[in-house]
């Protein structure tokens, strides 16, 4: 499975910027996808993630702020972030939970897309 990110850049503090990661390959169905973030010197944290069953959660430093949305006809799953803060800046990661033609799930991280937050 391959994931192709784009939507990251250079926001100013209370901008927006909205991510997209399409997921390709071998893929039979999907259960989660979401979205996960790396500050330099930390570890990867989860800030959204959403169900097959609609269910979306988010961390609490996001909630109110960003928006996360799924098409799985397209494999596909979307990050709306909204007033963005310095502190958001950090490498931002998709995530899927695939199960194959085998019928055998996995876990897959796209690439990664660097989101800037500066005046």
């Known amino acids: 499975v391959q994931f192709a990110e784009s939507g990251g850049g250079l926001v100013q503090p209370g901008g927006s910027l909205r991510l997209s990661c399409l997921a390709s390959g071998n893929i039979y169905s999907v259960s989660l996808m979401g979205w996960y973030r790396q500050i330099p010197g930390q570890e990867r944290e989860q800030i959204a993630m959403s169900t097959s069953g609609g269910s979306q959660n988010y961390t609490d430093s996001v909630r109110g702020r960003f928006t996360i949305s799924r098409d799985d006809a397209k494999n596909a799953v979307y990050l709306q972030m909204n007033n963005l803060k310095p502190e958001d800046t950090a490498v931002y990661f998709c995530?899927?939970?695939?199960?194959?033609?085998?019928?055998?799930?996995?876990?897959?991280w796209g690439q990664g897309t660097q989101v800037t937050v500066s005046s």
């Open positions: 995530y899927g939970r695939f199960r194959d033609f085998s019928l055998n799930w996995k876990n897959y």
